[in-house]
């Protein structure tokens, strides 16, 4: 029912920013706990940010505080990522998740969401 869209992946230098967006259709939006995740080639989908409902809330890895910044705008049914300092160790596919049944931002775990994007791809150089 929940058909999440990302986009605004692409090839940034060591210290550039991307700005990444998911799309929402379907379910309640404004109701879903949101989060990105992001999985490197041979790690595990790992961590990086969630936001309330209200977006009053968020929650970020400790590896990305200070650099990205989550925010939502429930009106435009849209999730960012906001990425500044991008380092090499942040070239990953990201990913958008939604938990359906949570308002919180306190879930950091993968398997704590529901419905996921397909991914994005962001790739660091140098």
């Known amino acids: 029912q929940v058909q999440l869209v990302e986009s605004g992946g692409g090839l940034v230098q060591a210290g550039g920013s991307l700005r990444l967006s998911c799309a929402a259709s379907g379910g309640t939006f404004n109701n879903n706990a949101m989060g990105w995740f992001r999985q490197a080639p041979g790690k595990e989908r790992e961590f990086v940010a969630a936001i309330s409902g209200s977006g009053l809330s968020t929650n970020y890895a400790n590896s990305v505080k200070g650099r990205f910044t989550i925010s939502r705008d429930n009106a435009k049914n849209t999730v960012y990522l906001q990425m500044n300092s991008l380092k090499f160790e942040d070239a990953a596919v990201y990913y958008c998740?939604?938990?359906?049944?949570?308002?919180?931002?306190?879930?950091?775990?993968?398997?704590?969401?529901?419905?996921w994007g397909q991914g994005t791809q962001v790739t660091v150089s140098s």
């Open positions: 998740a939604a938990n359906s049944a949570s308002y919180s931002s306190r879930w950091t775990g993968p398997d704590e969401y529901d419905y």
